[in-house]
Every structure is written in structure tokens, then in C-alpha cells.
């Protein structure tokens, strides 16, 4: 059997997690890996509702899908899991939760998030109409110890991608019984 | 790989879904099967807890199990489920969305769930300290299609395991590529 591994894509909204997540997806299937992608916007309209934006109920987001992740890696699935995941908390929480865990920071400046803001999300956070918005009202702690840290601002998310995959195998590999 | 399917215990609460499952699952070990147990009760205290006993918020529990079952099975694990599951509706909706899928009805009188009340639940609902318990105050719905019944007030708890364990295990061989 495959040995599974959860990467975690953690960072803020509009950084480019789901676009990576997805170009990893694509690049280890075409090698005859097993993928699942974990979205973190796809969780919360499908299974969490009720849940809002406070601490104790992003905690129990992260929890959900670190419980899935957990489940899914543990039988030999490579799971690709998008979250903000905005505190240092959760993170250990995920790796201590998960066990084989590669974190990877998708860093883009925050300036550079909001120029983009695809989902028009920031301008509504600037707006007031949403609260506790990660980088505009709810904070961002940059992660501690992140394995890859990939630059979306500097490096096109093709080339961030083929690092990412490469230090999956890589992982995996090593993983392996000899 | 393995052929994954979900094994989906539906019954009262009481009915010995709980325990059938974990005899299932140590049987099903044993033959060096990959298992995962999905239990209602766990998942509602751990991620759901927001959610009531009104239809949405049991159809909400029951889609994020069904989704979490889902993504197992298509990696090759067997899925044992263990909810209430009242409504027709569920189990033709797991159905759909899962695909490979066992219904096993834990046919149990509510008499004798009532008398056995393990966790103290139908005397709380009776004295209205609960809302909307099934079998008290919300309809259990007969399965219409069951692919197992197991009646667990005529037989023990073994005998139910050893009649699952071997439809499971004829299942998943005559779905493997010949």
C-alpha cells in the first residue's frame, strides 16, 4: 500500500492554496498516486453551516478536517487540505492530530491578496460586512515551522507546484519500508 | 488495492448498532482488511455539535458522514457506519452518494431498546428532557431495502457479526477484477 501523507496548505485567503492544491492534485495523479483534495471553503458550505468565524469555531473546522485528513492518510492517501488555518495553534493541533503532515506556508503579502481578491471577500471585509476576517480583522500569526514555504507573489504557481510535488515523493519515499 | 465499500448499520438507538459494528470491525481485522469505524454518537459530540435533532440538522450529520464514508471507500477501505439513520430519505441519499454500500438493518422492537436503554436516553425522552428522539417523539422509518437484517433481541450479538462479516467479505470478492 501507498504511505499516506496530509500536505496542509495553510495561509491567507487569496495566497493561491486551492489553485496549488489543485496543480499538485493533477501532477501526482498522472504519477498513479491516490489524492483526495480537503477544501476548506467546500467544508464549511457542504457540513459546517453553523458554524462562525469566532475562535472556538474555526478550532472545530480545523478539527473536522483534521479528523478527516487523519482517516484518509492512515489508510495510504495523499491528502491535499486548504485552509486558512490562521493560528500557530491549529497547526501543531494538525500535526499532532494527523502524524505524517508536511505543512506548507503559501505566502503572498497581504497587499498583494487584496489586489487580487478573487471572491471579492476583502473588499467586503474592508467594508464591515464581514467580521473577523483573517488579515483584516482576525489576525494571521505566521506559521513557526512550516516544511515549504512558496512565495505566490515571486514564483508562478507551476513552479511552486513542481517543488511542492517533489518534496511529497520525496517524503514518501523515505517513508517507505526498506 | 482492496475494494472499499460502506457497511451502513441503521437502527433504534439501543437496537446494538454500536456494538455489531466493533465486533464487525475486529473480525474483519483479524482477515487483514483495512477498517474504519464511523460512529454517530462520535461524530456529534466531536464536530457536529451545533447541530439539533430537527430534519436539516440530522440530514446535515448524516451528508458530512456519508461524505466522510465516501471518500474511504473510493480509497479502498471498508467503512463500518453506525447512525440512527430514521428516514427513508438518508439511507437512500448515503446510497446514492457513497455507492458501494451494505444497509444493515439492527432490527431491535423499541420495547425492548426501551428496556435494555444503555445510555438513559429513551427515559430522558420520555420524561421530555430530550426532543425529537427517535422512536419517542421523531418516526424511525422501516427500511425499505435493507441487504442485511439482523434481529438483535432473537439473536446474539456473534451470530449477527458472523452473518455480516461473511456478506461483506463475498461482496468485495465478487467486485474485484477478475
Do not use: H
Amino acid at each position: 500500500m501507498q504511505n499516506g501523507v496530509t500536505v496542509w496548505f495553510t495561509g491567507l485567503s487569496g495566497a493561491g492554496k486551492t489553485t496549488l492544491s489543485k496543480l499538485v492534485e493533477e501532477k501526482l495523479r498522472q504519477s498513479g498516486a491516490r489524492v483526495e483534495l480537503l477544501d476548506g471553503d467546500i467544508l464549511r458550505r457542504n457540513f459546517t453551516l453553523d458554524l462562525g468565524f469566532s475562535r472556538a469555531d474555526r478550532m472545530k473546522n480545523i478539527a473536522l478536517a483534521a479528523y478527516i485528513a487523519k482517516l484518509l492518510t492512515q489508510n495510504g492517501v495523499i491528502v491535499l487540505a486548504s485552509f486558512i488555518t490562521p493560528y500557530q495553534e491549529m497547526r501543531n493541533y494538525c500535526r499532532g492530530e494527523i502524524g505524517p503532515l508536511i505543512e506548507v506556508y503559501v505566502k503572498c503579502p497581504l497587499t498583494e491578496c487584496m489586489r487580487r481578491d478573487v471572491k471579492g471577500l476583502y473588499a467586503k471585509a474592508l467594508r464591515g460586512e464581514i467580521v473577523g476576517f483573517t488579515g483584516v480583522s482576525d489576525p494571521f500569526e505566521e506559521p513557526v515551522n512550516p516544511d515549504i514555504v512558496v512565495e505566490t507573489d515571486k514564483q508562478d504557481a507551476d513552479q511552486c507546484a513542481l517543488r511542492i510535488v517533489s518534496f511529497v515523493q520525496k517524503y514518501i519515499q523515505e517513508r517507505e519500508p526498506q
